[in-house]
C-alpha cells in the first residue's frame, strides 16, 4: 500500500508542471512569498510494532510563511498539527484480537520548494511530537519528511498534493514500540495577499 500511495502521488506531481504549462501561464507570476494557512484531507497508513498496518482518514490543519528567493528556489517553514483516525489494528500475536488506536501530530516543518509559474514541487523536512490515541497511549517527539506540490489556482488560493512520513519509538505495554505514520493528503492553501 505504501509503494502504491508513493507511485501514484510521484505520477501526479510529475505530471502537473505540464498542466500548469497547459494553462498559458507566462512565467510573471510572482505569487510565493506570503502568508498562508491550509486544510487537508486524505489517507494514513500506520504501522505499530505488535500490530497489523491499517488506513484511515487523517485530517491536517496548517500555517506558515513562504518566501520566494529568486526565480528558482522558494523556502518557507510551517507549523502542522494533524489527526489519524482510530481505526482497528490486529494484534500480530493473536489475530482475533482487535486493537483500536490512531494517532496526533503536531510540529513544525522547512520547505524547499522550487517554482515553475504557478507550480511549486516542493520537498519538506520537520520535527513533531506524535502520540497514540484509541486504546494504547504513549507519545514521542521525531523527524518527519516528504514531499509534494502546490498550484496555484488563483490569488488567493492554491490545491496541494502531499506525502509525508514520520517514524516515532513509543514505549507501550510490550516495550518499546515504532509507530510508523505515512500520510497522503489533498489539500486547499488560502493566501494571505495584502
Do not use: C
Amino acid at each position: 500500500m505504501k509503494r502504491l500511495l508513493l507511485v501514484s502521488s510521484a505520477i501526479v506531481l510529475m505530471a502537473m508542471p505540464y498542466l500548469a504549462r497547459a494553462q498559458g501561464m507566462d512565467g510573471s507570476y510572482d505569487g510565493w512569498t506570503g502568508w498562508y494557512a491550509g486544510l487537508e484531507l486524505g489517507v494514513n497508513h500506520n504501522t505499530y510494532d505488535g500490530f497489523g498496518a491499517s488506513n484511515s482518514m487523517t485530517t491536517t490543519l496548517e500555517g506558515g510563511y513562504d518566501y520566494r528567493v529568486n526565480m528558482h528556489l522558494v523556502i518557507g517553514g510551517n507549523l502542522y498539527s494533524e489527526w489519524n483516525s482510530d481505526t482497528n489494528h490486529s494484534l500480530d500475536a493473536f489475530p482475533n484480537l482487535n486493537v483500536n488506536y490512531g494517532s496526533h501530530s503536531y510540529g513544525a516543518d522547512f520547505l524547499l520548494g522550487f517554482p515553475v509559474n504557478n507550480f511549486l514541487p516542493y520537498v519538506k523536512l520537520g520535527y513533531g511530537h506524535v502520540s497514540i490515541t484509541g486504546d494504547l497511549d504513549g507519545s514521542d517527539n521525531s523527524i518527519r519528511y516528504g514531499l509534494g506540490a502546490i498550484w496555484r489556482i488563483g490569488l488567493n488560493s492554491g490545491v496541494l498534493l502531499q506525502y509525508m512520513y514520520q517514524k516515532a519509538s513509543i514505549p507501550n505495554i510490550l516495550g518499546n514500540g515504532d509507530l510508523k505514520n505515512g500520510n497522503l493528503t489533498l489539500g486547499y492553501n488560502w493566501y494571505l495577499i495584502f
